[in-house]
């Protein structure tokens, strides 16, 4: 089992900055990848950001060139660091750990962009 917790939504004005912060406890030596996804209202949740263990990043076109996934110096932790923050980024961020046969969810943060 892993357990997720996600800090740093808020609300910020169109073309600021917020850092997501994801942190991972249990069985965290298991984790192959952690990834940030997102969820607006009515819509599918979609992967935003992912790195797996072996440091290889994946983007998302609509976030590339704004948004900056790494772990830090904690092998427990992942960030996402959002800049130049669009309306259209409004969303319920998630964070998620892949495991061999099994996927991991945190709670959800709030990030709101107002234009």
């Known amino acids: 089992q892993v357990q997720l917790v996600e800090s740093g939504g808020g609300l910020v004005q169109a073309g600021g900055s917020l850092r997501l912060s994801c942190s991972a406890s249990?069985?965290?030596?298991?984790?192959?990848?952690m990834r940030w996804y997102r969820q607006a209202p009515g819509k599918q949740r979609d992967m935003v950001a992912s790195?797996?263990?072996?440091?290889?990043?994946i983007y998302a076109e609509s976030v590339k060139g704004r948004f900056t996934i790494d772990r830090g110096n904690a092998k427990n932790t992942v960030y996402l660091q959002m800049n130049d923050l669009k309306p259209e980024d409004t969303a319920v961020y998630y964070c998620n750990a892949d495991v061999p046969w099994n996927r991991f969810w945190g709670q959800g943060t709030q990030v709101t962009v107002s234009s």
């Open positions: 790195i797996t263990t072996d440091g290889m990043i």
């Open positions: 249990g069985n965290i030596f298991s984790i192959n990848a």
